[in-house]
């Protein structure tokens, strides 16, 4: 009974660990493609471009761990608002197969310049030494990166629902949300909004992918490969929520770690069929807003 | 009348120079490789082994002999893509040898096409034990898994005594774990447990924890060469499952020369059977590093397939400075059967006449830092020359 106790709890741990880093690099995604109606498929490109800002800065310029993410944060959310005055912005009001076929040009051009600049080897997080190893608690040992990641993941959702809820940045957000028509007649100003909250999304992604490099490999193909794991997650989750995709990342993390603890020989499958049955049941996710 | 004669004896030249290019004879190599996809670092290897032999090496061909290079990209573990940009190489660009290939499904989409085009492969990579036999104009210079992970099963019954097997659930690993629990169990070690992991698998950690919970004395690891074997050595890690004394084993593709930089230090300590390592200190391999670096950057170390694609067209010069330029393919097979390198990288190396497969050396070593840097060290030599283990096994059926 001990023994099941003490599984139960690693698996919840690790569970909400990888939770929280595909509900953080999946976030932006919900808020543009929910928000601004903007089939994003080269969300994963923001996530690479931080993680590989990360493991730069980290690795060639010896600049602090803390340091390093904030730029992550920055750099990416910096370098998505070029983007979007430049190419995004001329295809809102496109058909979802443009945008998905501008978007997936995108993620090839990313990953010929990512080969280019960084090869195709994986990039190695040189993580500062008060973040390695494993730390004890009730008894079990846990590894300090996922406890960190857990308790500044925490924070940034914080952050982010305060942000949305109590703000008036996130009641615009929320009045476009709803009707974009009428938030535009009321006055508010719908293209800054859309450049600022594309920005902070893309940086929430740059944010994420260098938070999850240690876990998820930072390379060339991370867009492509990664693309699957976002893409559910925001659709379990619903579109235009911050709430749906957060249930939906750690009902996804807990339920794939516990099925690869007690049954591996289901770990394969187990994220698929979930998701096949979720949407079946309510095909506009979780939380969705839009059928 | 005399013009007539005239472009008469123009059409004559024009179709005698087709018919004889030039002195020189050219003979036409095509090299299939992953080029981009999931696998691009891998294909890259491959692609940087091949053109630093032919850059370095041009004075192994006997003279007036040119060779020419045609890479095609297969994008990964593709059977069909493979199947078709050989098909092109063959049709198309009338190559005479085949080569390449990290992928064990790609090189069995083209073994059927080198039999029917009588052009024969040699494989610097994909390790499938039954791949070479699917046609008799292939042949192997790489290794098998059964190579590394069989008599590691044997070194490390003496050891352990209760293993954990765990490795990437597409056939390669179903071969590495099989070979492996064989030499465990025949050498009386008990496995307590075995798991086959999803290929496209982000996070380790849960598998992980399964296998410490189960407190074996060893784990034996298979994971394509790449970021799957980082990520399980780093989830190892984080695990502190060195702490609780389970120790790292596994074939050679867990802790590549290239990728072990990138593991960091949760691979100090791990086991591996395998027949390369960039640190190994045959006089050979020393020239052979060096001079890889000198190419392609001091901070990058070949892995086995830069040596698998080097020994492959090592295996096609032979072949043309045998014939003298003029490749026949039945013959070039004979050539290729007898292939023997006393000085590859990995040491002494031939392939098997009766089977056309690779015969190997296998050397014992541990992950160390070397001058502050990981390197796979090598502690002893397991076999000088062992044949593919699943072959011999059938025969004794």
């Not at chain 1, 028509?181 to 902070?200: D, E, H, P, W, Y």
């Not at chain 1, 994420?208 to 876990?215: K, N």
């Not at chain 2, 074939?251 to 590549?256: K, S």
């Not at chain 2, 045998?322 to 390198?341: F, H, R």
Request: net charge positive; aromatic share 10%.
């Amino acid at each position: 009974m001990d023994a099941f106790l003490s599984s139960l709890i690693s698996v919840a741990f690790h569970g909400i660990a990888y939770g929280m880093i595909l509900y953080v690099i999946s976030v932006g995604l919900s808020v543009t493609m929910g928000m601004m109606g903007f089939t994003n498929l080269a969300h994963g490109v923001f996530a690479m471009a931080g993680g590989y800002i990360l493991v730069s800065f980290l690795a060639r310029f010896h600049l602090p761990f803390p340091l390093a993410l904030a730029l992550s944060f920055l750099l990416v959310a910096a370098a998505s608002v070029i983007l979007e005055r430049l190419l995004y912005s001329r295809l809102y009001g496109a058909s979802e197969l443009e945008q998905v076929l501008f978007t997936i040009g995108l993620i090839f051009m990313s990953v010929a310049v990512a080969r280019l600049i960084f090869g195709t080897l994986q990039q190695p997080v040189l993580l500062p030494d008060y973040l390695k190893g494993p730390i004890v608690m009730l008894g079990r040992e846990f590894p300090v990166y996922r406890v960190f990641l857990i308790v500044f993941s925490a924070a940034i959702i914080a952050g982010l629902w305060l942000g949305v809820e109590r703000t008036l940045w996130g009641a615009m957000v929320r009045a476009a949300v709803d009707n974009r028509a009428m938030a535009q007649s009321v006055g508010i100003n719908t293209k800054r909004l859309f450049t600022i909250t594309f920005a902070v999304g893309s940086g929430l992604a740059g944010l994420g992918g260098a938070l999850g490099a240690e876990i998820v490999a930072i390379q060339p193909t991370y867009p492509f490969e990664q693309l699957v794991y976002f893409l559910i997650v925001v659709s379990v989750g619903g579109l235009g929520s911050l709430r749906g995709p957060f249930v939906a990342a750690l009902l996804i993390g807990i339920t794939d770690t516990a099925c690869k603890y007690w049954v591996p020989q289901f770990g394969a499958f187990f994220i698929y069929t979930a998701t096949i049955a979720l949407l079946l049941w309510r095909p506009a996710g979780l939380f969705g807003k839009r059928t | 009348m005399k013009i007539t004669a005239s472009i008469c004896m123009t059409f004559a030249a024009a179709a005698f120079a087709c018919a004889f290019p030039a002195a020189a004879q050219t003979v036409k190599i095509g090299l299939i490789s992953s080029y981009s996809g999931p696998g691009a670092a891998q294909g890259d290897q491959i692609d940087k082994g091949a053109k630093l032999y032919m850059k370095l090496n041009a004075d192994k061909l006997p003279a007036g002999v040119k060779v020419e290079l045609i890479t095609r990209d297969d994008t990964g573990a593709n059977g069909d893509v493979a199947k078709r940009v050989a098909q092109e190489l063959i049709v198309r660009d009338k190559v005479q040898i085949l080569t390449g290939v990290v992928w064990t499904p790609n090189m069995a989409a083209i073994a059927p096409l080198t039999a029917e085009a009588k052009v024969p492969f040699i494989s610097a990579n994909a390790a499938g034990a039954k791949v070479v036999g699917m046609s008799p104009y292939v042949a192997r210079v790489s290794f098998t898994l059964c190579q590394s992970a069989y008599p590691l099963g044997q070194w490390a019954s003496k050891k352990y005594k209760r293993a954990y097997s765990a490795v990437s659930d597409f056939a390669p690993g179903h071969e590495a774990e099989g070979c492996f629990i064989r030499g465990f169990k025949e050498g009386g070690g008990e496995i307590i447990g075995s798991v086959r992991i999803p290929l496209a698998n982000p996070d380790f950690v849960p598998f992980m924890q399964r296998i410490k919970d189960a407190k074996p004395d060893a784990l034996f690891a298979f994971n394509p060469a790449g970021k799957q074997a980082t990520a399980m050595m780093k989830a190892y890690g984080d695990l502190g499952m060195d702490k609780a004394n389970i120790k790292y084993l596994g074939t050679g593709d867990i802790t590549t020369d290239e990728e072990l930089q990138g593991m960091g230090d949760a691979a100090l300590g791990v086991i591996t059977v395998h027949h390369y390592s960039a640190a190994g200190d045959r006089p050979a391999n020393k020239a052979f590093v060096a001079a890889y670096k000198k190419e392609y950057g001091a901070d990058l170390n070949p892995g086995f397939m830069v040596v698998g694609a080097w020994d492959a067209m090592d295996a096609i010069y032979a072949a043309i400075r045998a014939q003298g330029g003029k490749i026949d393919p039945d013959k070039t097979m004979e050539i290729l059967k007898n292939y023997k390198n006393a000085n590859s990288p990995r040491g002494a190396m031939s392939i098997d006449p009766e089977t056309r497969d690779v015969i190997n050396p296998e050397y014992l070593r541990e992950v160390r830092k070397v001058g502050g840097k990981l390197a796979n060290v090598e502690l002893e030599t397991i076999t000088t020359a062992i044949k593919d283990p699943l072959k011999e096994f059938e025969k004794k059926k």
